[in-house]
Protein backbone atom coordinates (compact mmCIF):
# COMPACT_ATOMS: atom_id res chain seq x y z
CA UNK A 1 0.00 0.00 0.00
CA UNK A 2 1.44 2.96 -1.42
CA UNK A 3 0.64 7.05 -1.18
CA UNK A 4 2.85 9.86 -2.19
CA UNK A 5 4.22 12.89 -3.41
CA UNK A 6 7.02 11.89 -6.21
CA UNK A 7 10.06 13.23 -6.55
CA UNK A 8 10.75 16.59 -8.22
CA UNK A 9 7.10 17.63 -7.28
CA UNK A 10 5.57 21.29 -5.87
CA UNK A 11 2.53 20.91 -4.05
CA UNK A 12 0.74 24.11 -2.20
CA UNK A 13 -2.81 24.44 -0.61
CA UNK A 14 -4.87 26.56 1.05
CA UNK A 15 -5.93 23.99 3.63
CA UNK A 16 -4.94 20.51 5.34
CA UNK A 17 -2.73 17.99 3.10
CA UNK A 18 -2.79 14.75 4.44
CA UNK A 19 -0.91 11.67 2.49
CA UNK A 20 -2.55 8.61 3.91
CA UNK A 21 -1.53 4.78 3.43
CA UNK A 22 -3.52 2.59 5.48
CA UNK A 23 -3.84 -1.15 5.63
CA UNK A 24 -6.51 -3.50 7.55
CA UNK A 25 -6.11 -6.97 7.29
CA UNK A 26 -5.85 -11.00 8.23
CA UNK A 27 -4.59 -14.08 7.41
CA UNK A 28 -5.92 -17.06 8.77
CA UNK A 29 -5.25 -21.00 8.38
CA UNK A 30 -7.00 -23.67 10.19
CA UNK A 31 -6.45 -26.87 9.70
CA UNK A 32 -8.51 -30.22 11.48
CA UNK A 33 -7.34 -33.95 11.04
CA UNK A 34 -8.44 -36.85 12.75
CA UNK A 35 -7.95 -40.70 12.01
CA UNK A 36 -9.48 -44.00 13.30
CA UNK A 37 -7.75 -47.69 13.24
CA UNK A 38 -5.49 -50.47 13.73
CA UNK A 39 -2.47 -47.95 12.93
CA UNK A 40 -2.78 -44.38 12.16
CA UNK A 41 -0.77 -41.54 11.72
CA UNK A 42 -2.38 -37.96 11.07
CA UNK A 43 -0.55 -34.10 10.94
CA UNK A 44 -2.27 -31.08 10.72
CA UNK A 45 -0.42 -27.83 9.44
CA UNK A 46 -1.54 -24.37 9.39
CA UNK A 47 0.45 -21.56 8.76
CA UNK A 48 -0.36 -18.20 8.42
CA UNK A 49 2.12 -15.15 7.40
CA UNK A 50 0.79 -11.07 7.11
CA UNK A 51 3.83 -9.26 5.69
CA UNK A 52 2.47 -5.91 4.39
CA UNK A 53 4.60 -3.13 2.95
CA UNK A 54 2.90 0.45 4.01
CA UNK A 55 4.52 3.30 2.66
CA UNK A 56 3.45 7.17 2.80
CA UNK A 57 6.00 9.28 1.19
CA UNK A 58 7.62 12.42 0.10
CA UNK A 59 10.22 12.34 -3.03
CA UNK A 60 13.55 13.54 -3.49
CA UNK A 61 13.72 17.33 -4.12
CA UNK A 62 9.71 17.03 -3.52
CA UNK A 63 8.29 20.29 -1.55
CA UNK A 64 4.40 20.58 0.09
CA UNK A 65 3.13 23.91 1.82
CA UNK A 66 0.19 24.94 3.24
CA UNK A 67 -0.26 28.53 4.09
CA UNK A 68 -3.31 28.18 6.85
CA UNK A 69 -3.17 24.25 7.62
CA UNK A 70 -1.36 21.31 8.56
CA UNK A 71 0.69 18.93 6.58
CA UNK A 72 0.86 15.09 7.64
CA UNK A 73 2.62 11.83 6.12
CA UNK A 74 1.18 8.73 7.76
CA UNK A 75 1.29 4.91 7.40
CA UNK A 76 -0.61 2.78 9.47
CA UNK A 77 -1.52 -0.98 9.67
CA UNK A 78 -4.34 -2.04 11.93
CA UNK A 79 -4.00 0.63 14.11
CA UNK A 80 -5.24 0.12 17.08
CA UNK A 81 -7.44 -2.88 15.70
CA UNK A 82 -5.85 -5.72 17.92
CA UNK A 83 -8.64 -8.39 16.41
CA UNK A 84 -6.68 -8.23 13.37
CA UNK A 85 -3.74 -10.00 12.52
CA UNK A 86 -2.16 -13.14 11.65
CA UNK A 87 -3.88 -16.67 13.02
CA UNK A 88 -2.90 -20.31 12.84
CA UNK A 89 -5.02 -23.15 14.49
CA UNK A 90 -3.99 -26.98 14.23
CA UNK A 91 -5.43 -29.97 15.89
CA UNK A 92 -4.93 -33.73 15.00
CA UNK A 93 -6.64 -36.65 16.71
CA UNK A 94 -5.90 -39.98 16.08
CA UNK A 95 -6.69 -43.14 17.63
CA UNK A 96 -6.06 -47.43 17.30
CA UNK A 97 -3.81 -49.68 18.15
CA UNK A 98 -0.62 -47.61 17.17
CA UNK A 99 -1.93 -43.73 16.67
CA UNK A 100 0.16 -40.81 16.48
CA UNK A 101 -0.58 -37.45 15.78
CA UNK A 102 0.94 -33.86 14.80
CA UNK A 103 -0.04 -30.37 15.35
CA UNK A 104 1.87 -27.40 13.68
CA UNK A 105 0.26 -24.30 14.10
CA UNK A 106 3.04 -21.02 12.72
CA UNK A 107 1.99 -17.30 12.96
CA UNK A 108 3.42 -14.20 11.28
CA UNK A 109 2.87 -10.57 11.44
CA UNK A 110 5.89 -8.59 10.15
CA UNK A 111 4.84 -5.57 8.60
CA UNK A 112 7.18 -2.63 7.38
CA UNK A 113 5.19 0.33 7.59
CA UNK A 114 6.87 3.69 6.93
CA UNK A 115 5.98 7.40 6.46
CA UNK A 116 9.35 8.92 4.67
CA UNK A 117 10.80 12.68 3.73
CA UNK A 118 13.33 12.17 1.21
CA UNK A 119 16.60 13.81 0.29
CA UNK A 120 16.28 17.76 -0.15
CA UNK A 121 12.37 17.58 0.00
CA UNK A 122 10.74 20.64 2.41
CA UNK A 123 7.76 20.38 4.31
CA UNK A 124 6.09 23.74 5.86
CA UNK A 125 2.97 24.51 7.13
CA UNK A 126 1.23 27.33 9.02
CA UNK A 127 -0.43 24.55 11.93
CA UNK A 128 1.21 21.38 12.18
CA UNK A 129 3.87 19.33 10.35
CA UNK A 130 4.00 15.88 11.04
CA UNK A 131 5.46 12.22 9.76
CA UNK A 132 3.96 9.35 11.82
CA UNK A 133 3.91 5.51 11.19
CA UNK A 134 1.60 3.60 13.59
CA UNK A 135 1.36 -0.39 13.75
CA UNK A 136 -0.79 -2.83 15.64
CA UNK A 137 0.45 -6.23 14.91
CA UNK A 138 -0.80 -9.64 16.24
CA UNK A 139 0.31 -13.20 15.49
CA UNK A 140 -2.22 -15.98 17.30
CA UNK A 141 -0.95 -19.67 17.14
CA UNK A 142 -2.77 -22.95 18.88
CA UNK A 143 -1.46 -26.46 18.15
CA UNK A 144 -3.63 -29.19 19.72
CA UNK A 145 -3.85 -32.89 19.58
CA UNK A 146 -5.75 -36.05 20.84
CA UNK A 147 -4.20 -39.56 20.96
CA UNK A 148 -6.30 -42.81 22.18
CA UNK A 149 -3.83 -45.93 21.52
CA UNK A 150 -2.48 -49.08 22.95
CA UNK A 151 0.96 -47.04 21.82
CA UNK A 152 0.14 -43.62 21.09
CA UNK A 153 2.26 -40.83 20.48
CA UNK A 154 1.50 -37.18 20.44
CA UNK A 155 3.28 -34.24 19.47
CA UNK A 156 1.96 -30.32 19.34
CA UNK A 157 3.77 -27.00 17.98
CA UNK A 158 2.86 -23.64 18.07
CA UNK A 159 5.02 -20.51 17.04
CA UNK A 160 3.38 -17.14 17.35
CA UNK A 161 6.04 -14.23 15.74
CA UNK A 162 5.87 -10.33 15.23
CA UNK A 163 8.52 -8.50 13.63
CA UNK A 164 9.37 -5.72 10.72
CA UNK A 165 9.72 -2.52 10.79
CA UNK A 166 7.73 0.80 11.85
CA UNK A 167 9.71 4.09 10.62
CA UNK A 168 9.37 7.81 10.52
CA UNK A 169 12.39 9.56 8.65
CA UNK A 170 12.94 12.86 7.67
CA UNK A 171 15.83 13.31 5.88
CA UNK A 172 14.70 16.42 3.77
CA UNK A 173 16.56 20.26 4.02
CA UNK A 174 13.46 21.29 6.13
CA UNK A 175 10.07 20.22 7.72
CA UNK A 176 8.47 23.53 9.30
CA UNK A 177 5.56 23.72 11.15
CA UNK A 178 4.46 26.80 12.69
CA UNK A 179 1.87 24.98 15.34
CA UNK A 180 4.50 22.68 16.07
CA UNK A 181 6.68 19.82 14.36
CA UNK A 182 6.22 16.08 14.96
CA UNK A 183 7.63 12.85 14.17
CA UNK A 184 6.07 9.84 15.48
CA UNK A 185 6.68 6.10 14.98
CA UNK A 186 4.64 3.27 17.02
CA UNK A 187 4.50 -0.41 17.15
CA UNK A 188 1.92 -1.96 19.35
CA UNK A 189 2.91 -5.97 19.64
CA UNK A 190 1.11 -9.23 20.74
CA UNK A 191 2.14 -12.77 20.16
CA UNK A 192 0.54 -15.49 22.07
CA UNK A 193 1.33 -19.46 21.25
CA UNK A 194 -0.19 -22.28 22.72
CA UNK A 195 0.27 -26.24 22.35
CA UNK A 196 -1.48 -29.03 24.27
CA UNK A 197 -1.47 -32.68 22.80
CA UNK A 198 -3.44 -35.69 25.16
CA UNK A 199 -2.13 -39.09 24.66
CA UNK A 200 -3.63 -42.27 26.08
CA UNK A 201 -3.25 -45.75 25.89
CA UNK A 202 -0.64 -48.85 27.37
CA UNK A 203 2.17 -46.64 26.20
CA UNK A 204 1.80 -43.00 25.79
CA UNK A 205 4.51 -40.53 25.01
CA UNK A 206 3.90 -36.41 23.76
CA UNK A 207 5.51 -33.68 23.10
CA UNK A 208 4.28 -29.84 23.40
CA UNK A 209 6.48 -26.74 22.38
CA UNK A 210 5.44 -22.89 22.45
CA UNK A 211 7.28 -20.11 21.39
CA UNK A 212 5.92 -16.23 21.25
CA UNK A 213 8.31 -14.01 19.57
CA UNK A 214 8.24 -10.08 19.25
CA UNK A 215 11.10 -8.31 17.85
CA UNK A 216 10.12 -5.18 15.81
CA UNK A 217 12.30 -1.96 15.43
CA UNK A 218 10.90 1.23 15.80
CA UNK A 219 12.40 4.28 14.90
CA UNK A 220 11.70 8.27 14.56
CA UNK A 221 14.56 9.60 13.09
CA UNK A 222 15.37 13.38 11.73
CA UNK A 223 18.85 12.89 10.01
CA UNK A 224 21.84 14.80 9.97
CA UNK A 225 21.90 17.94 8.01
CA UNK A 226 18.24 18.40 8.29
CA UNK A 227 16.61 20.81 9.75
CA UNK A 228 13.04 21.22 12.23
CA UNK A 229 11.87 24.20 13.00
CA UNK A 230 9.02 25.43 14.55
CA UNK A 231 8.26 29.21 15.64
CA UNK A 232 5.52 29.07 17.85
CA UNK A 233 5.53 25.53 18.99
CA UNK A 234 7.19 22.45 20.55
CA UNK A 235 9.45 20.07 17.86
CA UNK A 236 9.28 16.57 19.07
CA UNK A 237 10.71 13.00 18.02
CA UNK A 238 9.28 10.16 19.31
CA UNK A 239 9.38 5.94 19.52
CA UNK A 240 6.76 4.03 21.20
CA UNK A 241 6.43 0.15 21.85
CA UNK A 242 4.49 -1.86 23.60
CA UNK A 243 4.38 -5.14 23.67
CA UNK A 244 3.40 -8.55 25.60
CA UNK A 245 4.11 -12.38 24.21
CA UNK A 246 2.61 -15.33 25.68
CA UNK A 247 3.83 -18.78 25.51
CA UNK A 248 1.54 -21.46 27.52
CA UNK A 249 1.92 -24.93 26.48
CA UNK A 250 -0.85 -26.63 28.43
CA UNK A 251 0.62 -29.18 30.64
CA UNK A 252 0.11 -32.21 28.27
CA UNK A 253 -3.39 -32.46 29.12
CA UNK A 254 -6.83 -31.23 27.50
CA UNK A 255 -9.49 -29.95 29.84
CA UNK A 256 -7.72 -30.79 32.99
CA UNK A 257 -7.21 -34.47 32.02
CA UNK A 258 -3.58 -35.84 32.56
CA UNK A 259 -1.94 -38.16 30.20
CA UNK A 260 -2.54 -41.53 31.22
CA UNK A 261 -0.20 -44.99 29.81
CA UNK A 262 -0.87 -47.98 31.44
CA UNK A 263 2.61 -49.26 31.12
CA UNK A 264 4.40 -45.67 30.99
CA UNK A 265 4.08 -42.30 30.26
CA UNK A 266 6.56 -40.40 28.88
CA UNK A 267 6.40 -36.36 28.43
CA UNK A 268 7.80 -33.25 27.57
CA UNK A 269 6.84 -29.36 27.19
CA UNK A 270 8.90 -26.18 26.53
CA UNK A 271 7.70 -23.29 26.74
CA UNK A 272 9.06 -19.73 25.25
CA UNK A 273 8.68 -15.78 25.34
CA UNK A 274 10.98 -13.41 23.93
CA UNK A 275 10.32 -9.44 23.76
CA UNK A 276 13.87 -8.11 22.07
CA UNK A 277 12.83 -4.96 20.10
CA UNK A 278 14.82 -1.80 19.01
CA UNK A 279 13.29 1.12 20.08
CA UNK A 280 15.30 4.57 18.83
CA UNK A 281 14.31 7.97 18.80
CA UNK A 282 16.79 10.60 16.85
CA UNK A 283 17.31 14.41 16.22
CA UNK A 284 20.53 13.90 14.11
CA UNK A 285 20.07 17.43 12.74
CA UNK A 286 19.32 20.65 13.83
CA UNK A 287 16.07 22.07 15.27
CA UNK A 288 15.10 24.98 16.72
CA UNK A 289 11.36 25.54 18.70
CA UNK A 290 9.55 28.36 19.67
CA UNK A 291 8.81 26.42 22.61
CA UNK A 292 10.94 22.92 23.50
CA UNK A 293 12.15 19.86 22.18
CA UNK A 294 11.63 16.98 23.10
CA UNK A 295 12.79 13.51 21.54
CA UNK A 296 11.97 10.53 23.94
CA UNK A 297 11.96 6.71 23.18
CA UNK A 298 9.74 4.44 25.45
CA UNK A 299 9.01 0.98 25.55
CA UNK A 300 6.58 -0.92 27.84
CA UNK A 301 5.84 2.55 29.93
CA UNK A 302 3.37 5.30 29.72
CA UNK A 303 4.04 7.78 26.82
CA UNK A 304 2.77 11.01 29.47
CA UNK A 305 4.76 9.87 32.52
CA UNK A 306 8.13 7.84 31.16
CA UNK A 307 9.14 7.89 35.13
CA UNK A 308 5.54 5.56 35.89
CA UNK A 309 5.64 2.42 34.91
CA UNK A 310 1.98 1.68 34.28
CA UNK A 311 2.08 -1.36 31.64
CA UNK A 312 2.76 -3.70 34.18
CA UNK A 313 0.39 -6.53 32.61
CA UNK A 314 2.90 -6.06 28.63
CA UNK A 315 5.97 -9.07 29.35
CA UNK A 316 7.21 -12.32 28.46
CA UNK A 317 5.61 -14.89 30.04
CA UNK A 318 5.99 -18.57 29.70
CA UNK A 319 4.24 -20.84 31.33
CA UNK A 320 4.74 -25.01 30.70
CA UNK A 321 3.42 -27.73 32.31
CA UNK A 322 4.29 -31.67 32.34
CA UNK A 323 1.71 -33.95 34.65
CA UNK A 324 0.90 -37.76 33.57
CA UNK A 325 0.47 -40.86 35.55
CA UNK A 326 1.11 -44.97 34.88
CA UNK A 327 0.73 -47.96 36.70
CA UNK A 328 3.93 -48.48 35.41
CA UNK A 329 6.19 -45.36 35.38
CA UNK A 330 5.70 -41.96 34.63
CA UNK A 331 8.50 -39.45 33.79
CA UNK A 332 8.27 -35.79 32.21
CA UNK A 333 9.72 -32.78 31.97
CA UNK A 334 8.99 -29.06 31.65
CA UNK A 335 10.58 -25.80 30.71
CA UNK A 336 10.09 -22.32 30.71
CA UNK A 337 11.85 -19.59 29.25
CA UNK A 338 11.47 -16.19 28.98
CA UNK A 339 13.51 -13.43 27.70
CA UNK A 340 12.81 -9.32 27.82
CA UNK A 341 15.81 -7.15 26.96
CA UNK A 342 14.33 -4.13 24.71
CA UNK A 343 16.97 -1.83 23.54
CA UNK A 344 16.05 1.78 23.92
CA UNK A 345 17.52 4.81 22.68
CA UNK A 346 17.03 8.46 22.77
CA UNK A 347 19.78 10.89 21.10
CA UNK A 348 19.99 14.22 20.05
CA UNK A 349 23.02 16.22 18.21
CA UNK A 350 25.98 15.36 15.99
CA UNK A 351 29.09 17.12 13.88
CA UNK A 352 27.22 19.98 12.85
CA UNK A 353 24.07 20.28 14.72
CA UNK A 354 22.46 23.37 16.77
CA UNK A 355 19.18 23.09 19.17
CA UNK A 356 17.58 26.30 20.43
CA UNK A 357 14.48 25.49 22.68
CA UNK A 358 13.50 29.37 22.92
CA UNK A 359 10.86 29.34 25.29
CA UNK A 360 11.40 26.24 26.66
CA UNK A 361 14.20 23.60 27.25
CA UNK A 362 15.40 20.47 25.41
CA UNK A 363 14.62 17.02 26.54
CA UNK A 364 16.18 13.59 25.85
CA UNK A 365 14.20 11.10 27.54
CA UNK A 366 14.81 6.66 27.15
CA UNK A 367 12.78 4.74 29.26
CA UNK A 368 12.02 0.73 29.27
CA UNK A 369 9.96 -1.76 31.19
CA UNK A 370 11.42 -5.08 30.91
CA UNK A 371 9.68 -7.83 32.72
CA UNK A 372 10.02 -11.62 32.08
CA UNK A 373 7.84 -14.22 34.14
CA UNK A 374 9.19 -17.90 33.97
CA UNK A 375 6.22 -20.51 35.20
CA UNK A 376 7.05 -24.57 35.27
CA UNK A 377 5.05 -26.85 36.82
CA UNK A 378 4.88 -31.02 36.62
CA UNK A 379 3.28 -33.86 38.51
CA UNK A 380 3.97 -37.76 38.05
CA UNK A 381 2.33 -40.36 39.36
CA UNK A 382 3.81 -44.15 38.85
CA UNK A 383 2.48 -47.15 40.06
CA UNK A 384 6.18 -48.62 40.00
CA UNK A 385 8.06 -44.76 39.68
CA UNK A 386 7.79 -41.49 38.93
CA UNK A 387 9.66 -39.02 37.55
CA UNK A 388 9.59 -35.08 37.24
CA UNK A 389 12.02 -32.75 35.82
CA UNK A 390 10.91 -28.52 36.20
CA UNK A 391 12.68 -25.97 34.87
CA UNK A 392 12.51 -22.22 34.37
CA UNK A 393 15.14 -19.48 33.54
CA UNK A 394 13.71 -15.48 33.08
CA UNK A 395 16.03 -12.63 31.79
CA UNK A 396 15.42 -9.24 31.92
CA UNK A 397 18.26 -7.00 30.78
CA UNK A 398 17.25 -3.97 29.14
CA UNK A 399 19.71 -1.66 27.61
CA UNK A 400 18.19 1.64 27.32
CA UNK A 401 20.63 5.32 26.67
CA UNK A 402 19.71 8.69 26.58
CA UNK A 403 22.64 11.07 25.11
CA UNK A 404 23.44 14.00 23.57
CA UNK A 405 25.95 12.96 20.39
CA UNK A 406 29.59 14.04 20.57
CA UNK A 407 30.46 17.02 18.18
CA UNK A 408 27.12 18.67 18.60
CA UNK A 409 27.75 22.37 18.30
CA UNK A 410 25.35 23.95 20.16
CA UNK A 411 22.74 23.63 21.88
CA UNK A 412 20.54 26.23 23.67
CA UNK A 413 17.58 27.29 25.41
CA UNK A 414 16.14 27.56 28.60
CA UNK A 415 17.71 24.29 30.03
CA UNK A 416 18.38 20.60 28.98
CA UNK A 417 17.38 17.39 30.20
CA UNK A 418 18.98 14.25 29.54
CA UNK A 419 17.57 11.33 31.27
CA UNK A 420 17.68 7.39 31.24
CA UNK A 421 15.20 4.95 33.19
CA UNK A 422 14.95 1.44 33.31
CA UNK A 423 13.20 -1.05 34.81
CA UNK A 424 13.49 -5.19 34.41
CA UNK A 425 11.95 -7.88 36.05
CA UNK A 426 13.10 -11.24 36.14
CA UNK A 427 10.62 -13.89 38.08
CA UNK A 428 11.01 -17.27 37.71
CA UNK A 429 9.00 -20.85 39.91
CA UNK A 430 8.82 -24.21 39.48
CA UNK A 431 6.92 -27.08 41.09
CA UNK A 432 7.90 -30.57 40.59
CA UNK A 433 5.80 -33.48 42.48
CA UNK A 434 6.56 -37.18 41.52
CA UNK A 435 5.70 -40.17 43.86
CA UNK A 436 5.72 -43.99 42.83
CA UNK A 437 5.02 -47.37 45.02
CA UNK A 438 8.93 -48.47 44.51
CA UNK A 439 10.29 -45.08 43.45
CA UNK A 440 10.01 -41.43 43.32
CA UNK A 441 12.57 -38.48 42.02
CA UNK A 442 12.42 -35.10 41.00
CA UNK A 443 14.22 -31.92 39.73
CA UNK A 444 13.20 -28.47 40.05
CA UNK A 445 15.62 -25.84 38.88
CA UNK A 446 15.03 -22.05 38.51
CA UNK A 447 17.16 -19.27 37.21
CA UNK A 448 16.30 -15.45 37.38
CA UNK A 449 18.53 -13.45 35.51
CA UNK A 450 18.73 -8.95 36.00
CA UNK A 451 21.60 -7.42 33.90
CA UNK A 452 20.73 -4.09 32.37
CA UNK A 453 22.41 -1.12 31.24
CA UNK A 454 21.20 2.71 31.57
CA UNK A 455 23.24 5.44 30.28
CA UNK A 456 22.51 8.87 29.88
CA UNK A 457 25.47 11.32 29.50
CA UNK A 458 26.83 14.21 27.16
CA UNK A 459 29.23 13.12 24.75
CA UNK A 460 32.60 14.31 24.03
CA UNK A 461 33.40 18.08 22.44
CA UNK A 462 29.91 18.79 22.47
CA UNK A 463 28.52 22.85 23.74
CA UNK A 464 25.81 23.38 25.59
CA UNK A 465 24.97 26.85 26.47
CA UNK A 466 21.40 27.12 27.82
CA UNK A 467 19.57 29.68 30.54
CA UNK A 468 18.42 27.09 33.25
CA UNK A 469 19.51 23.80 34.63
CA UNK A 470 21.38 20.68 32.89
CA UNK A 471 20.90 17.64 34.47
CA UNK A 472 21.94 14.57 33.26
CA UNK A 473 20.24 11.15 35.17
CA UNK A 474 20.48 7.85 34.74
CA UNK A 475 17.82 5.12 36.78
CA UNK A 476 17.67 1.47 37.66
CA UNK A 477 15.07 -0.05 39.21
CA UNK A 478 15.69 -3.77 39.01
CA UNK A 479 14.56 -7.15 40.79
CA UNK A 480 14.92 -10.79 40.07
CA UNK A 481 13.12 -13.77 41.72
CA UNK A 482 13.35 -17.47 41.43
CA UNK A 483 11.92 -19.80 43.69
CA UNK A 484 12.30 -23.57 43.43
CA UNK A 485 9.86 -26.15 44.67
CA UNK A 486 9.91 -30.29 44.99
CA UNK A 487 8.16 -32.95 46.35
CA UNK A 488 8.75 -36.72 46.43
CA UNK A 489 7.08 -39.45 47.54
CA UNK A 490 7.53 -43.42 47.45
CA UNK A 491 7.49 -46.69 49.21
CA UNK A 492 10.74 -47.55 48.39
CA UNK A 493 12.98 -44.69 47.20
CA UNK A 494 12.53 -40.98 46.66
CA UNK A 495 14.76 -38.57 46.02
CA UNK A 496 15.03 -34.72 44.96
CA UNK A 497 16.63 -31.41 43.98
CA UNK A 498 15.51 -28.19 44.00
CA UNK A 499 17.48 -25.18 43.33
CA UNK A 500 16.71 -21.21 43.00
CA UNK A 501 19.11 -18.59 41.85
CA UNK A 502 19.05 -14.78 40.96
CA UNK A 503 22.06 -13.33 39.04
CA UNK A 504 22.26 -9.12 39.06
CA UNK A 505 24.29 -6.77 38.01
CA UNK A 506 23.95 -2.80 36.74
CA UNK A 507 25.99 -0.78 34.44
CA UNK A 508 24.40 2.87 34.92
CA UNK A 509 26.49 6.04 33.52
CA UNK A 510 25.20 9.19 34.37
CA UNK A 511 25.78 12.43 36.09
CA UNK A 512 22.89 11.38 38.77
CA UNK A 513 22.50 7.35 38.95
CA UNK A 514 20.31 6.24 41.07
CA UNK A 515 19.26 2.48 41.65
CA UNK A 516 17.35 0.31 43.98
CA UNK A 517 18.31 -3.65 43.87
CA UNK A 518 15.73 -6.85 45.15
Request: proline share 1%; aromatic share 2%; net charge negative.
Amino acid sequence: VKAGVGSNADVTVSGDATVLAQSHMDATAEVFGASVGGGTLVASIAHATLTPSITASLGNNAAITSNNGSVNFRARHNYQDPDRGATANAFAGAGGVIAGSGGDARAVNSANVKASADAASTIRAAGTAGLSARATERADAKAAGINIAGFGLGASVAGASVGGVISSEFNGNEMAGDDGVIIVAEGQAYADATADVLSGGVIAIDVNAASATINPTIKALSGAGSTLTSTDGDVEVLALSAADADAIVGGNNVGGIPDIGVVAKIGASKATATISPTVEAGLNGSATAGDGIRVRALHNVSEDAPEVFTLDNRRAHADAEASGGSLGVAASGATAETTSNAVVSAHVGGAGAQLDAQNGKTSVVAAGYNKADSIAYGLNIGGVAGIGVIKTTATASGNTQAYVAADTTLIEGGGLDVIATGNDLAIGDTTAAAGGLLAGGNSSESTATVNPVVKAEIRSNSTVDVGGSVKVKSESQAEGHATADGVSLAGGVSGGASTATVRSEERRVGKECRSRWS
